[in-house]
């Protein structure tokens, strides 16, 4: 139902695109994020936002590099990576969320998400 693509191996500074594409009965009108887990530690949050496309949220470490969007017409959710550093080699997930009112203050948390893809493995190099 949720289908993670564009992962791969770039040089530092570089760029990449991750896809997310989006299917079967997950509610459009919910929200999306991408987490990812570096080696040795826990998934982190790192964007996302609610349908709407307003206030995308992004964590300290990515922001200013990285910019969620989305293709509601293609069902898809991607995320621009912008100077890449290798501290950012990790799998990157995406995950989804049913409407729920407390998107503001759970939207960092792996528990407010209901469906989650595989992960792409992103590999920064220096």
């Known amino acids: 139902q949720l289908q993670a693509s564009g992962g791969g191996l770039v040089q530092a500074g570089g760029s990449l695109r991750l896809s997310c594409l989006v299917s079967?009965?997950?509610?459009?009108?919910?929200?999306i994020a991408w987490f990812r887990q570096r080696p040795g530690t826990e998934r982190e949050f790192i964007a996302g936002?609610?349908?709407?496309?307003?206030?995308?949220m992004y964590a300290d470490s990515v922001k200013g590099r990285f910019t969620i969007s989305r293709d509601n017409v293609e069902k898809t959710r991607y995320l621009e990576m912008n100077s890449l550093k290798p501290e950012d080699t990790a799998v990157y997930y995406c995950a989804a969320a049913r409407p729920k009112t407390s998107y503001y203050r759970d939207y960092a948390n792996m528990g407010f998400y209901d469906y989650w893809g595989q992960g792409t493995q992103v590999t920064v190099s220096s």
């Open positions: 936002m609610i349908w709407t496309g307003d206030r995308p």
């Open positions: 079967g009965r997950i509610f459009s009108s919910g929200s």
